[in-house]
Every structure is written in structure tokens, then in C-alpha cells.
């Protein structure tokens, strides 16, 4: 594998592929979208393109305006430390969790914790086989936690996927004991209303709360369906986690959220959250629900209150996930345009669909409004066979500026500034080349997170990828340091 480094942004001049476009046109007016696939209903090549597709593509790798079938291009000032292949678990690697010297990797057969203690040599501690889509991960203390999102046979490591229409169907949140990070136990289990698609932490002295995000996706689903307007609330005992239990079901959207189509084409309909990222040292969470942005105060974890609610019906399709800034006043809401099985990152979709909303936190209190600025989207424009979609990334602690990383699925890892919210613009960047030229395929980093000195990548089809940025904007990051990290729950890196 080759490894290019380059200092100019490259813009694929790439023609609409016709099969790429009947695709997009299917998932860009669609009243729902299903945020990133599950491997258990679609699978992860999405289609064959035409021979002058392929043709197309190729002469774009000729003429160096794209990188050859897997192919590593990165800006100079990232260096590309190491790759771990995926192991025994070979669905598609999804989000990340760290703790001291270990990072914890969510997979849909089941998660895997690596000790990188040695970021250029990590090394595979442990592999828990245990499906359910799509694994979504968090740690905290001697808990780690896992949702489940697709109907299962029960709640055991070992059951099986079935039809939703069955009475024994399962879903919801996991719970592992992992004092022994070579031995996880598996001590617990919530059920929680339409499962459990993503989850966030919020620790509070004895317990810890989890809010799960999930929503009623289509009529597929009978025993999930709409009005499902809220989250579940689990109140787990740090002490006795067997005593987890859900405590309460919030309402988020006592009008029904978001319509979606036809009063608003092209966004989804709000059936629910795809992803909330809690700011305790401010008592502040941000909800990406679909067809809504939301802005609300969690002082009390088990009755979160609405402080401001936003829609974009010109240019959002589905508010996927949420970042803050550290001084809580900004918000990054990211566009999951196309559910994650589309190359939504092409001059046809342009700089302004697909994107990430940049919002400013203005006023005090219950009087804050969240107010739009401006979108940030990669401009290295993608072939129309690589799926790329705006997608999880988390802050690098640079006191004074706001700089995030972030995930781009087969747009690679990007490395961008939005101190001035207005303005915001890439400083970095790492991406392999297509997969293949015969499919649109799904594969790249699905999470991209800065943790003590090095960013660390979950690539759905390549594994476990290490990344050092040396550049002085970035810098003083590397002087702080963390015990635990799950990005959704944002810590104050400057008070502790």
C-alpha cells in the first residue's frame, strides 16, 4: 500500500453515475431515512455501477485526481502510525470508547478492546463476540455498554436475528463487567422501546444515567411505531448494575416533531433521536433527532428539559450527531444525507447538502436559541462509488480555538477549525482511495476521535487505524491528558 503526501485539496471533477443517481434520487426524497445500514438487512456493496462509470473513475485515478483502489493520501502534517485489521468480528466496525491505556471498538458481531499503550503497535486484548446491530459503545468505571438496534431471539450474546413481528423479540441496551479487560463479563440488560441505536453516558455519583436514541423507522417495524417522540432513561447503580432499570420516557416532541414529506421533501419525519451529546460541567445536551435539532438542559438527568429547537427543511435531510464546543457556545449538528449508503460527497450534491450545520449558542438560561452560521462539507469531492456521509468526530482540546475531527466514511478523516463559526475550514486530513470500482460500497473511518496525543479511527472495512497530527494549530492538545473518553459525553478538558 502506497502512502501519497500532498498539500493540495483535491477537488474530484467526477461525472454523475448513473446508477449512483437513481440511488441518491431514491434516498434524497425518501419521507425516512435509515441511518447507517444494518449488514443484517442491507449489505455493504450497494449496487453495480456501468462500465463508463468505472471507466470514468479510472481515468480520474490517471490523472491523479483521485486516489487508486485503496490507496492512502494524506495532507503533510498527519502521519498515518499504524493499522490493525479486523480480527474474528467481521461485521462493520462502528463507534469508539477509551479508558486509560485501552481503546474499545463497537462492531456489529460485537466489540473488540485493543491496549494502545504503544500507538504505533497496538495490540488486540480481547474479541466479545455478541451481534446485535450496531454495537454502539461506551465505558464508564467497570461498565461498558452496548445497544442493541435490530430484533433479536432474547438479550444473550448468543441469540440470533428474527422478524420484529415476533412476540420474544429483543432490544435495547447490553452491560459488561470489564474489571478484567481480557475476561468481560456480561452482568445486565435493559429493554427500551424501539431498541437501542445509540446511547450516551451521563455519570452521577452512584449511578450512571444512559439516554437511549432510537426512532420508529417504517411500517417494517410493527412493534416500533410512531408516536415515538421521546428517549428512554435507564438509571443504572454503578455498584449493582443487575438493578438497571428505565426510569423514565421523556416527550421531546409534544407536536410530533418534524413532518418530514411531502410538507418537507427530502427530510425525514421525526420518529424519534439518532444520537444526543450531553456537556455535564454545563448541564447541556444536544439531540440530532432526525427532522430536529435540539438544544436542552439536563441539571436534572432524569427529567431533561427543552431549551431550543431548530429545523433546516432546505438543506438537512436527517440530523444525525451533535458536538459541542468547550466554552458551550456552539453546536455542530451533522446531515447523515442518504443514511449512510450513498456518495453524497460530489460536486452534483454540493458543498451545502450533507453537511455540518454550524450553530452559535446565544443568550442565558432557558432563553438560549440556537442560531445557524454556516456549514462545513470536505471538498474533496469523492467518486460517485465511494459511500460518503457526514459522520462522528470529537473536539481536540486546543484551549482558545475550536478545532474538531471527524469521520467522513470513505471521505477519510478530516481535521477542520470553526473558531470562527462563520468561516470554518479543513487543516488536515487522511483517506484511502475507493474499495472498488465495480460497487458502491460502504467501508472508511465510521468514528474518528482525538484522544491523548493521537486520533484514532474505526473503519468499517480496514479495522483499527492510529493517526498523529503535527501541526502547531493542534498542538497544545497533545498536552492534556484523559482517564476516559466517550465523545457523547463531552468532558471539560480545561477544569478538571
Not at 462509470?53 to 498527519?78: C, F, K, L, T, Y
Not at 440488560?189 to 453516558?201: K, N, R
Request: charged content about 25%; hydrophobic content about 35%.
Amino acid at each position: 500500500m502506497t502512502s501519497l503526501h500532498t498539500t493540495r485539496v483535491r477537488r474530484r471533477r467526477l461525472g454523475a453515475v448513473a446508477a449512483a443517481a437513481g440511488l441518491l434520487a431514491t434516498l434524497l426524497t425518501a419521507t425516512t431515512a435509515a441511518a447507517t445500514p444494518d449488514p443484517g438487512d442491507a449489505p455493504s456493496n450497494r449496487g453495480a455501477v456501468t462500465t463508463g462509470a468505472q471507466a470514468e473513475v479510472r481515468d480520474a485515478i490517471a490523472a491523479g485526481n483521485i486516489p487508486g483502489v485503496d490507496e492512502i493520501v494524506h495532507s503533510p502534517n498527519i502521519k498515518h502510525l499504524s493499522n490493525v485489521p479486523k480480527g474474528d468480528l467481521k461485521g462493520l466496525n462502528t463507534d469508539l470508547a477509551f479508558q486509560g491505556k485501552y481503546a474499545f471498538v463497537g462492531n456489529y458481531d460485537g466489540f473488540v478492546i485493543y491496549d494502545i499503550s504503544k500507538p504505533k503497535k497496538p495490540k488486540t486484548v480481547t474479541q466479545v463476540l455478541c451481534p446485535g446491530s450496531q454495537n454502539d459503545i461506551s465505558v464508564s468505571g467497570n461498565l461498558l455498554f452496548l445497544s442493541t438496534d435490530s430484533s433479536r431471539s432474547d438479550d444473550s450474546c448468543s441469540s440470533t436475528s428474527q422478524p420484529a413481528t415476533e412476540k420474544s423479540s429483543w432490544e435495547g441496551i447490553k452491560i459488561f463487567d470489564i474489571s478484567d479487560k481480557r475476561k468481560p463479563k456480561y452482568v445486565a440488560a435493559v429493554e427500551t422501546a424501539c431498541g437501542s441505536h445509540t446511547h450516551t453516558l451521563v455519570p452521577e455519583g452512584k449511578n450512571v444515567y444512559v439516554y437511549v436514541s432510537s426512532y420508529a423507522p417504517s411500517e417494517t417495524f410493527p412493534d416500533c411505531q410512531p408516536p415515538h417522540d421521546g428517549i428512554s432513561i435507564i438509571k443504572v447503580p454503578v455498584k449493582k448494575p443487575q438493578k438497571a432499570r428505565v426510569v423514565n420516557f421523556p416527550v421531546l416532541f409534544p407536536d410530533g416533531g418534524n413532518p418530514g414529506a411531502p410538507e418537507n421533501p427530502g427530510v425525514s419525519k421525526t420518529t424519534g433521536c439518532h444520537d444526543l451529546t450531553v456537556l455535564p460541567s454545563k448541564d447541556l445536551a444536544a439531540g440530532a433527532c432526525m427532522g430536529d435539532g435540539l438544544l436542552f438542559s439536563i441539571e436534572d438527568p432524569e427529567r431533561p428539559r427543552i431549551i431550543d429547537r431548530v429545523q433546516d427543511n432546505e438543506n438537512f435531510a436527517f440530523w444525525h450527531s451533535a458536538t459541542f464546543n468547550q466554552d458551550a457556545d456552539k453546536v455542530v449538528f451533522t446531515d447523515e444525507l442518504g443514511g449512510g449508503g450513498a456518495a453524497t460527497c460530489n460536486e452534483e450534491i454540493g458543498p451545502q447538502r450533507g453537511a455540518n450545520g454550524i450553530y452559535d449558542i446565544v443568550g442565558k438560561g432557558d432563553q438560549r436559541k440556537l442560531v445557524f452560521r454556516s456549514y462545513f462539507k470536505i471538498d474533496r469531492h469523492q467518486a460517485d462509488v465511494e459511500v460518503c456521509v457526514a459522520h462522528n468526530g470529537s473536539l481536540m482540546p486546543v484551549k482558545g480555538r475550536d478545532v474538531m475531527v471527524q469521520a467522513w466514511y470513505q471521505g477519510g478523516v478530516s481535521v477542520w477549525d470553526f473558531t470562527n463559526s462563520a468561516k470554518p475550514k479543513e487543516i488536515a486530513f487522511f483517506e484511502r482511495g475507493p474499495v472498488t470500482l465495480d460497487q458502491v460500497t460502504t467501508a472508511g473511518p465510521w468514528s474518528a476521535y482525538y484522544y491523548n496525543g493521537h486520533i484514532y479511527s474505526a473503519d468499517i472495512a480496514k479495522g483499527f487505524d492510529v493517526l498523529r497530527v503535527d501541526d502547531r494549530r493542534t498542538d497544545p492538545a497533545k498536552r492534556v491528558e484523559l482517564d476516559e473518553l466517550n465523545v457523547q459525553t463531552q468532558p471539560d478538558y480545561f477544569d478538571r
